[in-house]
């Protein structure tokens, strides 16, 4: 069996240069994505690296946010319509990262949307400093993992 193509420095040189794109502190922000990715089951069957790809393909589309809250809102709704697309490898050494069948493409696109609606509303109550109801929200993100 041949291992997949990977060459970890390129991929730390890329964030690294994307974090100089952006306010927020990009790592913290992939790591709470991928926490995010293990602790749903479903979302689970997107590879990590096609995650975080996935990430860098969004800053392409609008760098700019206030804080890291804000980012995984709008990144979630970018989510549910990007993960029924190809996710080219941005080092060319794998083609498409997206090797999910549709069911599970599909699948994947309602938890985005749904956890979008959490993270809104997660976001709507912290504005207002609610934040009994924020933390709710936030528990209901990060799943029983």
Request: proline letters at 3%.
């Amino acid at each position: 069996m041949l291992g997949k193509k990977t060459d970890p420095r390129i991929d730390r040189k890329n964030l690294n240069e994307y974090q100089t794109k952006v306010q927020i502190d990009l790592r913290e922000v992939v790591r709470i994505l991928k926490y995010w990715r293990k602790a749903h089951k479903s979302v689970c069957q997107l590879n990590s690296y096609a995650l975080e790809t996935m990430v860098l393909n969004f800053i392409d589309e609008k760098p700019i946010y206030s804080n890291s809250r804000e980012f995984i809102e709008c990144f979630l709704f970018y989510l549910s319509s990007a993960v029924l697309n190809p996710v080219q490898d941005r080092k060319r050494l794998q083609g498409d990262l997206n090797s999910l069948d549709y069911p599970a493409r599909f699948e994947i696109q309602k938890k985005a949307e749904y956890y979008h609606g959490i993270i809104k509303d997660a976001n709507y109550y912290e504005e207002r400093s609610m934040d009994e109801k924020a933390i709710q929200k936030w528990v209901n993100f990060f799943g029983n993992y």
